[in-house]
């Protein structure tokens, strides 16, 4: 990955302008993380950025950014720049393009993030986030609480970083965050949410969960069971513990999952019926929050006669032909009985047998 960000580095020298990669790929390069974020800043503008790179992929001329594909890696490269007065706490209202790349290290978040590296491969460290990585702390880039003040996205990914890394929140952090944590309540659930999946699937996930619990921020962000949340090796687990699809953002697939996994915690995940019903995934997602193994789980899932409709060796005509009946709402009736009886292993999975079940009992 280095190669080919240094590769992109010499594309943009090659016409005369000056480039580094910033951020958190530096960050992790240096402790050892492998990563495909990959940032770079440049004193070229966006629209002598387009020059060098005829194929964007996204250009927003308001934030002096393009994002550009190249080795099949995804750049996002942004022009030196400052920004002033920022709006709704989260973007800045206007930027000016500079020159230095000093100056634009001072307008980053944190410390660890300020970290740049040259097309030599040199690192080039301002603002001593090295020191920073090395005491395994987080440091905002100037006062905390402006740095919030500025875009309140920055204290969840505070509390990202310090999950993730396994680093400890400085305490004028701590402090900064608890005087302005407030103002979470002016950032879109959408962007909350995304911050929220990278935290709940960290591999310190539970860490991350108190940290959110010690600082107050459960309450600020409307997480008023994130104290019950015990398992996380599911993301569909946790926000169904969560319980909170009536204020969060989630595509349909995701509802109807948190959905059904609520269901099934009310239920026996080991019965033959409620695992052919709700299926492998949602019952071993539900048996995980209740301290049920997936091997357990996994274990009479593959022990059922059948797993879905259609291994029930009839059809649909056959039943009515052998009721006499026309096409009608009574055949979901018919098919849940059968469905129970085979998984129950009071009939067997034939046709004969599955015939006769019919006729005795819903002629």
């Known amino acids: 990955m280095l190669e080919k960000a240094i590769y992109v580095l010499k594309m943009i020298e090659d016409k005369g302008f000056k480039a580094y990669i910033v951020g958190g790929f530096v960050r992790d390069y240096i402790l050892g993380i492998e990563s495909n974020d990959i940032d770079i800043t440049t004193n070229a503008t966006p629209k002598e950025l387009k020059e060098i790179f005829k194929n964007t992929l996204l250009l927003n001329d308001d934030y002096g950014s393009i994002t550009v594909m190249k080795k099949n890696v995804r750049f996002e490269i942004t022009t030196f720049r400052k920004e002033f007065k920022y709006l709704d706490n989260r973007r800045p209202e206007k930027v000016e393009y500079i020159d230095k790349l000093e100056d634009d290290i001072k307008r980053r978040d944190f410390t660890i993030n300020t970290i740049c590296m040259d097309s030599n491969g040199e690192v080039i460290d301002y603002l001593n986030g090295r020191r920073d990585l090395d005491k395994k702390v987080i440091k905002t880039v100037g006062n905390a609480s402006d740095r ?151 274990s009479t899932y593959l022990e059922l006669p059948i797993t879905k409709r259609s291994d029930i060796k009839v059809s649909s005509e056959e039943i009515m032909e052998e009721l006499n009946k026309e096409p009608g709402p009574y055949l979901k009736d018919i098919y849940k009985a059968i469905e129970k009886e085979i998984l129950y292993n009071n009939l067997d999975n034939k046709k004969e047998d599955i015939l006769n079940f019919c006729k005795e009992n819903f002629s």
Not at 159 to 180: C, G, M, Q, Y
Not at 224 to 244: E, F, M, P, Q, Y
């Open 148 to 298: 919030f003040e500025e875009d309140c996205l920055r204290i969840l990914r505070a509390v990202r970083f310090a999950t993730n890394l396994n680093f400890k929140l400085s305490d004028e952090v701590v402090n900064a965050i608890l005087e302005k944590k407030s103002l979470l309540k002016k950032l879109s659930y959408q962007r909350k949410k995304e911050e929220l999946d990278k935290i709940f699937t960290s591999d310190r996930a539970m860490d991350g969960i108190k940290l959110l619990i010690d600082l107050g921020l459960d309450k600020v962000l409307e997480l008023k069971n994130l104290n019950k949340v015990k398992c996380t090796d599911s993301l569909i687990g946790v926000w169904a513990v969560l319980d909170v699809l009536d204020i969060y953002p989630f595509s349909n697939h995701e509802k109807e999952m948190i959905e059904d996994v609520q269901k099934t915690l009310e239920l026996n995940n080991k019965d033959p019926y409620t695992l052919y019903k709700y299926g492998l995934y949602i019952n071993s997602v539900s048996g995980l929050i209740k301290g049920i193994s997936k091997k357990e789980i996994a």
